[in-house]
């Protein structure tokens, strides 16, 4: 009997070898690729991605949406319309003794400009209120930056999208101008704090082999928000019904509140260990890892880095952006170079806008011809990295538009041309910002870091409108301006480290080291080098 088992015992024993030598060679594959792109623990519990990140992302990137509709909107809820004199048709539409108008609404029913007669000393006040918006997005990026840094992504995520949704609606419905003013600029402050929070959230967990990837694919949401934004306002003329359309998506986000997880990066940093593990165990049975050692990984990670944390390593806050010469340095040429998104972006946008039509179909060019550039960024990202992407992107739209400047005016096709290459290459930099920006300020200070140049942007787009305005000054004016300062960005990115496949700096003393390492390990071989 013994001698029959013998051979099935044999084929068993062989079966695990094979079994075993596969594990082994899975696990050995796992271990080089984790080294290749220098997973710490948290990364390597949760994977760099699987379908608990797919899932996240799946109910976090719709957020871009309404971030688009809620800045664009403008365009048709005050648009510029012709109107007359009704009180006395006589009379020039501006003069002292007109006191009612009539408005063309062939294009549009009602907007803010005839609802509250915004014309002739008062034609200002619907740019004023989308100025007042655009420094609301300010506020919100550093106010919801700074409480996402101390309270964690999730809670501020989730109050951020109740005010977007209930100051968004309330405008929709209000009989005042300046309370309609004052909801917008509150929209814009959630608004501003959904684009922060969400983003780090997303980079967080995220690993690097993919991060290019989803932090793109984070924008395209953006694009698609402002292509749909023609399409709402082409069927909903009124623009109350057009406000609430906007506005009323939000209801969706409350399931944020049980949806989206906390950052387990934030939950580690913070000291709260328990609540990471726990995040990063759900991740990984999600993701079909193993999690019987996460604890134990984790925990001797939180050891690590607190014998190794140095005074600076608590909560940090904008200053610390500021206080060591290298994290400085990095600082200030990425929030020069978010400015140069913020004001080339929306302002070459409006400079298309300049190209006259029907305004339904401009909007939604203008918005289609960002998708090339978001999508083209992927691939130069993966294969160039964020550095060489940042520096062709600006120098293309630097060049574009510099090439205007020497173009007749009467030559509108060709000026259209160049200024939309030119709205390509801000389609590039502006996700590549983003993830740069993600990667480069640490853990401890990301979410204030990509505030603060979040902020810096905002200023950027809202000088925009005045810089393109420059042309009745001189025809060159504009085109220099929008094609000089992309260029200086390109020039300041050659001082910032690249950030593809590196770990994300945790701690304030990583963020002040990291690219230090790499300028002395070029200085290094170049002295090498210069031995042989």
């Known amino acids: 009997m013994a001698d029959k088992t013998n051979p099935d015992q044999g084929m068993e024993l062989e079966h695990q070898s094979e079994r075993d030598a596969q594990a082994a060679k899975v696990a050995a594959k796992k271990e080089e690729s984790d080294r290749k792109w220098s997973l710490d623990p948290i990364q390597r519990a949760m994977g760099q991605l699987g379908w608990w990140h797919i899932l996240v992302c799946a109910v976090v990137f719709p957020l871009k949406f309404p971030v688009a509709w809620h800045q664009m909107s403008i365009i048709f809820l005050g648009p510029s319309v012709n109107y007359t004199c009704a009180s006395d048709p006589s009379l020039d539409r501006c003069d002292a003794g007109c006191t009612s108008w009539t408005y063309d609404n062939s294009t549009f029913a009602t907007t803010l400009t005839s609802e509250w007669d915004l014309v002739c000393g008062n034609a200002n006040l619907v740019k004023l209120s989308q100025t007042i918006f655009m420094f609301g997005i300010l506020v919100g990026g550093v106010v919801f930056g700074s409480l996402a840094d101390k309270y964690g992504r999730r809670p501020p995520l989730v109050i951020a999208v109740i005010i977007q949704l209930v100051t968004g609606v309330g405008a929709a419905v209000i009989g005042s101008f300046w309370v309609f003013v004052v909801l917008r600029f509150l929209t814009a402050v959630a608004t501003g704090g959904t684009m922060v929070t969400s983003f780090v959230l997303v980079m967080e967990i995220i690993g690097p082999k993919w991060r290019e990837l989803f932090s793109v694919l984070y924008q395209i949401p953006f694009n698609l928000g402002h292509l749909t934004l023609a399409g709402f306002a082409y069927f909903l003329r009124e623009w109350r019904q057009l406000q609430f359309a906007l506005s009323i998506f939000s209801v969706l986000m409350l399931s944020y509140y049980w949806l989206v997880p906390e950052s387990p990066r934030y939950l580690f940093t913070s000291g709260n260990v328990d609540g990471a593990v726990t995040v990063l165990e759900q991740a990984a049975k999600r993701n079909n890892l193993p999690t019987d050692t996460i604890r134990n990984d984790i925990e001797q ?30 600082t200030l040429y990425m929030c020069f170079n978010w400015f140069v998104c913020g004001l080339a972006f929306f302002g070459v946008a409006q400079y298309i806008g300049h190209a006259g039509g029907d305004i339904y179909t401009n909007v939604a ?25 940042l520096i062709f ?14 173009v007749p005016s009467s030559a509108s096709a060709l000026n259209v041309g160049l200024a939309s290459v030119g709205l390509i290459g801000m389609s590039i930099s502006f996700p590549t910002v983003y ?19 979040s902020m810096i942007a905002r200023f950027g787009s809202m000088i925009a409108p005045f810089v393109a305005g420059m042309g009745s000054i001189a025809y060159w004016l504009p ?34 080291n990291f690219g230090k390492r790499q300028t002395a390990a070029n200085g290094a071989a170049g002295v090498e080098n210069g031995k042989h």
């Open 393 to 406: 992107s600006n120098t293309l739209t630097g060049i574009s538009m510099l090439a205007i400047a020497f």
């Open 365 to 389: 060019i203008s918005a289609a011809l960002e998708l090339p550039g978001t999508l083209l960024c992927i691939y130069m990202m993966k294969a160039y990295g964020r550095k060489k992407t």
């Open 301 to 330: 990670y939180a050891k690590e880095k607190t014998r190794n944390a140095s005074a600076n390593a608590s909560k940090g806050n904008v200053l610390d952006l500021f206080r060591t010469p290298n994290m400085r340095a990095k």
């Open 435 to 453: 993830l740069y920006a993600g990667e480069l300020f640490p853990t401890v200070v990301r979410n204030v870091g990509i505030g603060t140049a």
């Open 479 to 512: 085109p220099c301006i929008f094609g000089l300062v992309p260029l200086v960005g390109a020039f300041c990115v050659f001082f910032l480290p690249e950030t593809q496949g590196h770990p994300l700096p945790e701690t304030l003393e990583d963020g002040e």
